[in-house]
Nanobody, 124 residues
Framework: QVQLVESGGGLVQAGGSLRLSCSAT????????IAWFRQTPGKEREFVAT????????TYADSVKGRYIISRDNTKNTVYLQMNSLKSEDTAVYYC?????????????????WGQGTQVTVSS
């Protein structure tokens, strides 16, 4: 069992930056791939980025590639999402999730544990 808690969301102007954190408690955090998803009202949860259990493999959605950086510190049981050059369309609730990795990393069905989400609002 893994419990995930997101933090670091808030209100930022377009062009600004935020860093989200996903802190985990429970067993074997470093065995899981971690992903960030985001969701806006009335829309499905959207894949943003994922990082392998070792941290050596990362994948990004095209919409955030070059602007976001995902990283992890297994000694702190924490995954980070550095978000730069934010746009109004990045406004959403951001969720982190833990799963076993592999194919279909972009699907919510691949993930076993979810955090409660943190709101990111980008003003234009």
């Amino acid at each position: 069992q893994v419990q995930l808690v997101e933090s670091g969301g808030g209100l930022v102007q377009a062009g600004g930056s935020l860093r989200l954190s996903c802190s985990a408690t429970g067993r074997a955090f470093d065995s899981y791939a971690i992903a960030w998803f985001r969701q806006t009202p009335g829309k499905e949860r959207e894949f943003v980025a994922t990082i392998s259990w070792s941290g050596r493999g990362t994948t990004y959605a095209d919409s955030v590639k070059g602007r976001y950086i995902i990283s992890r510190d297994n000694t702190k049981n924490t995954v980070y999402l550095q978000m730069n050059s934010l746009k109004s369309e990045d406004t959403a609730v951001y969720y982190c999730a833990a799963g076993l990795g592999g194919s279909f990393y972009f699907s919510v069905d691949r993930y076993l544990y979810w955090g409660q989400g943190t709101q990111v609002t980008v003003s234009s």
